[in-house]
């Protein structure tokens, strides 16, 4: 069975600077890998997601995430940090022929400080 | 388009008594997925529902139970409370895919709190 494990519960940063959110995975067969951010009192957004191809993808809000198959990761990124970045972003996972049952990480916090 | 939408917003119950979570999927979407997400941890998939069969599930006891309505609206059901349960309750709706994987869109939960 998969597991995900994001490695901070929380980080703290100031607006502006760059963030990197970690998460590594568990599995025996292949998996897709996904991305999705909970703002307070609200449901989940997908962020970003990698299915196939190219291993480094990107959000519109200019988040990415890096696909390493080796290391079996799939760390969260932004150059630049905004006030509104503040949520929880929870790492998910789903192995490939299983449909579409997501297992998710525990969540990291953003916290971005002025 | 509305979204995905799920009803009581919040629920208050006591330990023993049963609770009945209510969500509708996003317009064109045939398949309905419910997690549970407890304070402070990552959602956990309990069940999945297409054709108003239950067609995967995770580890969660018999006392978790659903149904899908031919509108492709869904209910979780909870028996015999207990308070572990409180927690958040999303649901997430998608098109069926059979074994590969499509988007799925998650609703604002339902928060159950049970005292």
Request: hydrophobic share 35%; aromatic share 12%.
């Amino acid at each position: 069975a998969q597991s995900v494990t994001q490695l901070d519960s929380q980080v703290p940063v100031f607006e502006e600077a760059p963030v990197e959110l970690r998460c590594n995975y568990s599995s025996s067969v292949s998996v897709y890998l996904f991305w999705y951010v909970q703002y307070p009192n609200q449901g989940l957004q997908l962020l970003l997601k990698y299915l196939s191809g190219s291993t480094l993808v990107e959000s519109i809000n200019g988040f990415e995430a890096e696909f390493n198959k080796s290391q079996t990761s799939f760390h969260l990124r932004k150059p630049s940090v905004h006030i509104s970045d503040t949520a929880e972003y929870f790492c998910a996972v789903s192995e490939a022929n299983a449909g579409n049952m997501l297992t998710f990480g525990g969540g990291t916090r953003l916290m971005v400080k002025p | 388009d509305a979204g995905v939408t799920q009803s009581p917003t919040h629920l208050i119950k006591t330990r023993g008594q049963q609770v009945t979570l209510r969500c509708s999927p996003k317009s064109g979407h045939d398949t309905v997925s419910w997690y549970q997400q407890a304070l402070g941890q990552g959602p956990q998939f309990i069940f999945q529902y297409y054709e108003e069969e239950e067609r995967q599930r995770g580890n969660f006891p018999d006392r978790f139970s659903g149904h899908q309505f031919p509108n492709y609206s869904s209910e979780l059901n909870v028996n015999a409370l207990l308070l572990g349960d409180s927690a958040l309750y999303l649901c997430a709706s998608s098109l069926w895919t059979g074994t590969s994987i499509n988007e799925q869109f998650f609703g604002p939960g339902t928060r159950l709190t049970v005292l």
